[in-house]
Nanobody, 121 residues
Framework: QVQLVESGGGLVQAGGSLRLSCAAS?????MGWFRQAPGKEREFVAA????????KYADSVKGRFTISRDNAKSTVYLQMNSLEPEDTAVYYC?????????????????WGQGTQVTVSS
């Protein structure tokens, strides 16, 4: 069983930056970040393979967000720059039992509890 714990969320002004962390217990392979705003469905943000050699991003965050991982620390990061009010959401970390990097939430096996990110205008 894998447990995921996110941290790093908070309140930031538009144009600012935050770095989210996701600490994993147990072996993880491909991992991803998703987000869910009030009244909206959960949406894909970014994903990364075990080696970090393959990454995928939602079009809405390309060029602003960067996903990375440190396997020695069993931690995945999401560096978020040039934040916009539209980025306000609860951000969730997710892990798969395979190393295939995909964007569909239903294909992820483990989920964290989420961390709130609020961007003020």
């Amino acid at each position: 069983q894998v447990q995921l714990v996110e941290s790093g969320g908070g309140l930031v002004q538009a144009g600012g930056s935050l770095r989210l962390s996701c600490a994993a217990s147990g072996r993880t392979y491909a991992m991803g970040w998703f987000r869910q705003a009030p009244g909206k469905e959960r949406e894909f943000v970014a994903a990364i393979s075990w080696s970090g050699g393959i990454t995928k991003y939602a079009d809405s965050v390309k060029g602003r967000f960067t996903i990375s991982r440190d396997n020695a620390k069993s931690t995945v990061y999401l560096q978020m720059n040039s934040l916009e009010p539209e980025d306000t959401a609860v951000y969730y970390c997710a892990a798969r039992q395979t190393n295939v990097v995909i964007t569909q939430a239903r294909e992820y096996d483990y989920w964290g509890q989420g961390t709130q990110v609020t961007v003020s205008s």
